[in-house]
C-alpha cells in the first residue's frame, strides 16, 4: 500500500513537471515576431488599457499579414521594461508598442539604443527619471488622450439620468487616471447645474493604489453602495472585476473605462472610451505606409473628441441609460467636438465645483 | 444599521475561509506536520474549483437546473484536488523525511505557476482571470423569499454563499474527530509523541498521511470559499490567506472553537479596515496622508500584541516539525 501510494505520488511530480516543461516549449518554439507590444504591469485581458492595444495590434497585424506577438516585464520596474523591449526587439520586433506612462523612461532609454526599432508609446511622452529632460526621438511617436472628456460624459450622462450619489474608484493616481477623474467631476457638476440640483448630488472620490482586483477594494465598495452610492466610475486595469462584484451583490451600478466594458456585467451603464484599439490600427497604417517609419515621428499626438478618440458607447446593447438619450449625448459631444465645450484638463488641483466631492484616502 | 449588517455579513464572509484553512492546518499540525503549504493548496484548490464553475456555467448547463448543486460539486472537486496536492507534501516529509518547511515553501512556489501555466493552456495565452459566474450566490429569489432588503436581508442574503452553513458543520464535524474520536485521539498522539504512539500500536506514517491529507481538504475548500467571497475572479493567487490562516492558526492556540474566534477577530478588523470610511464613530486621521492605511493594518498589529501577551501560554504540538524515525528512540 504505501509503496503504491509513493509510486503514484512519484508519477504525480514528475508529470507536473513534465506538463510544465511541455508547455515552456510551446511557448518559447518561436520564430520571429515583427510587430511586438510590451504590457506595462498589467496583462492583456486586463478588459482594459492593455487589451485596448492589443487588439489594435492584432487586428492591424492580421489583415496585413504580419507577425505578431507580446511581451510582459517580470516585474514593475523600468528595468523590467527595458530588458522585455530589448527581448522583445531580440525575437526580431521592428515596431515595439508600449501602452501606458510608465513606459516614459523605459522609452527614454529604448530610443537611443535601439534607433532603427520604431516605438510607439500610449498615454505618455519619454524623459529621464527625475522629469529633467524630455526627448521624444525620431523613431517614437505618442500618443495622448483628453481623457477628461471621456470622463466628463460619463459624469454628466450618469447625473442626467438621475443618479444623484456617484463615486469615482480610481487605480493608481496617475496622470490619465486623475484627467478621468476630474473629468467625471466636472461632468457631473455641468449636469447638475443644468438640471438645478446641485446641492442633491454627491461624489465619493478615491484611490484605489493598485490596477489589480482584491477583496479589499470589493468590502470598500460594498461599504458606499450600504451608503447610498448608486453608481461607481470604476477607472483603472481590473479593479472594476471588484466594482462589478460589489454592485452585483448590492444591485447597484458602475460605469466602465477604456474600453466598452458592457459585456463584462450586467451593472455597466455605460463606458468612458478612449480609442485604443482604432488610434494605435490608424498609427500603424500610416507607419507601414511611410515604408516603416513615423510620419510624425518625435511629436506628441492629443486625441480627443475632435478625432472621435473619445466617448460612450451608443451601440444599442451598450446604451443602459434610462432617460438620457443618444440625441442628448450627441449634443454634449458635438460642443466638445467643435470646441465651443472645453473641460480643464489640469491635474495638479482637483476641480472647483457645486456638487460635494468626498476625497478619501 | 445598514452598515452594521454590511459589516456583520462581510465579516463572516472572510471569517469562512480563514476558518477552514486554519482548521486543515491544525489537523495537519496535529499530526505532527508543520503545513506551511497552506497557501498553494488554497491556490490549486481555488484553481480546481473555480475551472469546474466555469464548466458548469452556460446556458443549458447544470446551472440553470440546481445552480447549488454546482457549487457543492465545484466544493468537492477543489477539496479532491486541495487533498491531491497536500500528499506531495506528505509524501516529502514523511517518506523522505524532508525538512517540512522547505517542502511547504517549495509547494508554496509550484501551485501559483501551475495555475498560471494551466489556465492559460484551457483559456488561451493571456488569459489570467478565470471570472466567477454570478449563480454562486443563494439570493432570496432562488429561496422563493421576496426581496425585503431591510437589515436583515442585507444581513444575511448581501453575501450569502453555500460555503458559510459548510463551514459551520465543518467546525462542529473537526471538534467531534478531533476530541470525541479514537481517530483524533491517535492523531493528536502522533504530534505530541510520536514514539510513545507507536508503541502502542498506532501506524504513525498513516495518520500524519491522514492529518495532511484532511488539511488539503480544508485548504482546498477554503481556497475557494476566498476566490468565491472575494469576488474578482480567480488570478492565480489567494492574496496570503494561507498566511494568515497559518497566524489564526497559531492565535486559535491548536484548538477548533478559539480558531473561529481568531477567523473572526481577524476578518473584523480587515472589514473595518475597508469600511473606515463608512464607520461614522471612528476617528479619521484627517492629517495623515492616505489614513485608511492605518486601519488596513490594524489585524496584523493587533495580532502582533495578543501573541506577544498569550505566547506563554500557546501550546503547540510538540512533536511538530520532527520527521518520525521509528529507529530513533
Known amino acids: 500500500m504505501k509503496k ?94 508600449c501602452p501606458g506612462y510608465l513606459f516614459e523612461e523605459a522609452i527614454y532609454q529604448a530610443q537611443n539604443t535601439y534607433p532603427n526599432v520604431q516605438f510607439l508609446l500610449l498615454d505618455g511622452e519619454p524623459h529621464t527619471a527625475d522629469y529633467s529632460v524630455y526627448k521624444t526621438a525620431s523613431n517614437v511617436y505618442c500618443i495622448l488622450y483628453k481623457e477628461e472628456q471621456a470622463g466628463y460624459l460619463a459624469g454628466y450622462g450618469a447625473v442626467m439620468d438621475g443618479y444623484k450619489k456617484l463615486g469615482f474608484l480610481g487605480g493608481m493616481a496617475v496622470p490619465a487616471v486623475v484627467r478621468y477623474g476630474y473629468g467625471f467631476v466636472q461632468g457631473a457638476d455641468a449636469a447638475a447645474k443644468e438640471l438645478g440640483n446641485s446641492k442633491d448630488v454627491s461624489i465619493k472620490y478615491w484611490y484605489s493604489g493598485s490596477f489589480a482586483p482584491t477583496d479589499d477594494i470589493k468590502t470598500k465598495m460594498a461599504g458606499w453602495y450600504t451608503e447610498g452610492t448608486e453608481v461607481v466610475f470604476s477607472c483603472g486595469g481590473g479593479v472594476y472585476l471588484s466594482a462589478t462584484a460589489a454592485a452585483e451583490a448590492a444591485g447597484k451600478k458602475v460605469i466602465g473605462v477604456d474600453v466598452d466594458q458592457a459585456s463584462q456585467s450586467k451593472t455597466i451603464i455605460t463606458s468612458a472610451m478612449k480609442g485604443l484599439t ?66 480643464s484638463n489640469a491635474t495638479d488641483t482637483a476641480p472647483k465645483v457645486s456638487v460635494k466631492v468626498d476625497y478619501q484616502g | 444599521m445598514m452598515i452594521l449588517s454590511d459589516v456583520i455579513s462581510q465579516t463572516i464572509i ?40 466555469q464548466l458548469f456555467n452556460g446556458a443549458d448547463q447544470l446551472c440553470t437546473i440546481a445552480p447549488q448543486m454546482a457549487v457543492l460539486i465545484a466544493i468537492l472537486i477543489s477539496a479532491l484536488s486541495g487533498a491531491v496536492f497536500a500528499l506531495l507534501l506528505a509524501f516529502a516529509s514523511i517518506n523522505l523525511k524532508a525538512d517540512q518547511t522547505i517542502g511547504g515553501t517549495a509547494l508554496n512556489m509550484l501551485a501559483p505557476a501551475f495555475a498560471i501555466v494551466l489556465t492559460w493552456s484551457i483559456q488561451g495565452q493571456g488569459q489570467t482571470t478565470i471570472l466567477i459566474p454570478t449563480w454562486t450566490r443563494i439570493t432570496e429569489d432562488a429561496l422563493g423569499l421576496k426581496s425585503t432588503g431591510g437589515f436583515f436581508g442585507n444581513l444575511i442574503f448581501k453575501s450569502f454563499y453555500i460555503t458559510t452553513p459548510i463551514a459551520f458543520l465543518i467546525l462542529i464535524l473537526a471538534i467531534i474527530v478531533l476530541y470525541k474520536t479514537k481517530f483524533g485521539l491517535r492523531l493528536r498522539s502522533c504530534g505530541e509523541h510520536p514514539q510513545a504512539a507507536d508503541s502502542v500500536g498506532i501506524n504513525v506514517y498513516r495518520m500524519r498521511y491522514a492529518g495532511v491529507f484532511i488539511s488539503g481538504v480544508l485548504g482546498g475548500i477554503g481556497g475557494l470559499a476566498y476566490t468565491i467571497a472575494a469576488g474578482s475572479g480567480f488570478q492565480s493567487g489567494v492574496a496570503g490567506y494561507g498566511f494568515l490562516a497559518l497566524a489564526v492558526m497559531i492565535f486559535g492556540n491548536w484548538n477548533p472553537i478559539r480558531i473561529l474566534g481568531a477567523a473572526l477577530f481577524f476578518a473584523l478588523f480587515k472589514i473595518i479596515g475597508s469600511y473606515s470610511y463608512s464607520i461614522p464613530f471612528l476617528p479619521k486621521f484627517t492629517g495623515i496622508k492616505n489614513a485608511d492605511y492605518i486601519y488596513l493594518m490594524l489585524p496584523y498589529i493587533v495580532t502582533m500584541i495578543v501573541l506577544a501577551l498569550t505566547s506563554k501560554k500557546s501550546r503547540a504540538p510538540k512533536a511538530e516539525g520532527i520527521p518520525y524515525d521509528k529507529g530513533a528512540r
Open chain 2, 14 to 53: 472572510f471569517a469562512v475561509p480563514l476558518l477552514l484553512v486554519a482548521l486543515g492546518g491544525m489537523f495537519s499540525e496535529r499530526s505532527g506536520i508543520i503545513n506551511i503549504a497552506l497557501e498553494g493548496i488554497m491556490i490549486v484548490g481555488a484553481l480546481f474549483g473555480c475551472l469546474a464553475l
Open chain 1, 278 to 343: 482604432q488610434s494605435v490600427k490608424i498609427a500603424l497604417g500610416e507607419l507601414y505606409k511611410n515604408s516603416g517609419k513615423w510620419p510624425k515621428g518625435g511629436t506628441t499626438a492629443v486625441l480627443g473628441a475632435a478625432e472621435d478618440c473619445v466617448g460612450l458607447p451608443t451601440a444599442k446593447d451598450s446604451w443602459r441609460f434610462k432617460t438620457f438619450t443618444v440625441d442628448q449625448y450627441t449634443k454634449v459631444f458635438d460642443s466638445m467636438k467643435k470646441g465651443t465645450l472645453k473641460i
Open chain 1, 4 to 97: 503504491l501510494l509513493s509510486l503514484v505520488l512519484a508519477l504525480a511530480t514528475i508529470l507536473c513537471v513534465l506538463v510544465s516543461c511541455t508547455k515552456k516549449n510551446n511557448q518559447a518554439a518561436s520564430d520571429t515576431y515583427e510587430l511586438a507590444l510590451v504590457t506595462d504591469v498589467g496583462n492583456i485581458d486586463d478588459k482594459s488599457f492593455n487589451q485596448g492595444a492589443w487588439e489594435g495590434v492584432t487586428a492591424y497585424a492580421k489583415d496585413n499579414g504580419i507577425t505578431y506577438a507580446y511581451y510582459r516585464p517580470s516585474e514593475d520596474s523600468t528595468a523590467a521594461r527595458v530588458e522585455t523591449i530589448g527581448t522583445a526587439i531580440d525575437k526580431g520586433a521592428k515596431v515595439v508598442v
